[in-house]
């Protein structure tokens, strides 16, 4: 089984394992077995013993709030016939941190690792409390929609080398739907990962970029060009739900996350209508957003699930995402003090978007995403 398959298998293991059967298991173990359990997982090179971290409180967040049932939340991550490691579709390593993704089979969850110490241990020890609260108290909020957190159990090979990864997030996919659209025939889904371009990035503004390939250059953040035509309702609720989100962001010192864009045609025969709240309506783009959790509540329409455009053309989704990298954390600091070094030695380049403060990057995200909104109008939804 190779690496890919080997951590899928640990994560659809950890998230099936709803009584602690893997812990009876070993308990109830004979010694020798027991030992040579031990002896085989401490020198396993990708496979991971995962446990959930604080799984009451993402539980009643799934139940209580976001409308999951216990069986489909399960079923997406163990459906009859299938070895763990096929209930999920690898998508690859994506960006600089070296992160992994997964996708369920039925697209509902992506998996993504989080490889970084001073990441997972912000989540873990100073996030996570508010974020669970805030989220049971802000239907509407952006911030996507975290369903289970995954932590190693013990230490292996694997772990030690960082040749797998010990930290998992569940998450909402934002892309849901997606497949069948294409299905249908539809138009592709457009998507953008967008964060302020105008900071310093060393892999584009070095030698203009001659340093570092292509590759790695496409991996910065994307650029929208274009504008998200909204009523004047809608912007300021979009508004508002970005106020509210970034400013708890940046009350825990969380930099450098973006907005993820998703931008969908209307199907053939609603674009151009000249009724705008009918163009808004749940039930001119039932097709294309979903009815059941974690995207909704709140019903439709939402950013989660899909909003007009104020001309009936597009249907967009919007989501907060990456608001791992915190700056009183130890690589952070050690990151800001290079990038001083580097202005006050070499070249006046300014801040980074990970080695700025809080509020600076919360203010500079808000205007980049009021810059993209353009309101049509003054007529209601």
């Known amino acids: 089984m190779g690496r890919s398959e080997t951590i899928a298998r640990s994560i659809a293991q950890a998230i099936i394992d709803t009584t602690g059967l893997t812990k009876r298991q070993c308990s109830n173990s004979n ?7 031990l002896f085989s997982l401490f020198f396993s090179i990708h496979h991971l013993i995962l446990q959930k971290i604080r799984p009451a409180d993402f539980a009643n967040l799934r139940r209580n709030h976001w409308d ?3 069986d489909d939340y399960y079923q997406s991550f163990h459906q009859d016939g299938d070895k763990p490691e096929e ?7 994506m960006g600089f941190s070296g992160s992994t993704f997964y996708s369920t089979k039925d697209q509902k969850y992506l998996v993504k690792s989080v490889p970084r110490h001073s990441e997972h241990s912000f989540f873990r020890e100073d996030l996570l409390t508010p974020y669970v609260e805030y989220m049971a108290t802000h239907p509407r909020s952006l911030l996507v929609r975290i369903c289970d957190f995954l932590g190693a ?15 998992h997030i569940v998450m909402e996919n934002i892309m849901y739907g997606r497949s069948e659209a294409k299905k249908r025939g539809d138009v592709d889904w457009e998507n953008w990962d967008l964060k302020p371009t105008s900071y310093f990035y060393p892999e584009r503004d070095i030698a203009d970029g001659a340093l570092t390939s292509e590759a790695t250059k496409n991996q910065l953040a994307d650029e929208f060009h274009d504008k998200i035509r909204l009523t ?19 009350e825990h010192n969380a930099v450098d996350y973006s907005l993820f864009l998703v931008r969908m045609h209307t199907p053939p025969g609603q674009d151009n209508n000249p ?12 097709e294309l957003v979903p009815t059941e959790g974690p995207s909704v509540p ?10 007009a455009s104020a001309d009936g053309k597009y249907i967009y989704r919007a989501s907060i995402l990456d608001f791992f990298w915190a700056k009183h954390k130890l690589q952070p600091q050690v990151m800001t003090v290079l990038i001083k070094l580097w202005n006050l030695l070499i070249s006046k380049s300014g801040p980074m978007s990970i080695t700025t403060t809080p509020e600076e990057y919360r203010q500079r995200f808000l205007r980049m995403c009021r810059s993209y909104v353009e309101v049509v109008g003054d007529r209601p939804v």
Not at 87 to 93: A, F, K, R, Y
Not at 275 to 286: G, L, T
Request: aromatic content about 6%; glycine content about 6%.
């Open 275 to 286: 009724d705008p709240a009918a163009a808004s309506s749940s039930e001119a783009v039932e």
């Open 87 to 93: 209930t999920l579709n690898s998508i690859g390593d």
């Open 298 to 307: 709140p019903s439709p329409p939402s950013w989660r699930t899909g909003i």
């Open 31 to 37: 010694p020798l077995r027991l030992i040579l359990s």
């Open 232 to 250: 004047q309702k809608q912007a300021d609720e979009f508004f508002k739900s970005l106020e509210e989100d970034t400013k708890l962001l940046a």
């Open 153 to 167: 159990s013990g230490y292996s090979i694997g772990r030690i080398l960082r040749l797998a990864p010990s930290h």
């Open 68 to 70: 999951v049932q216990d």
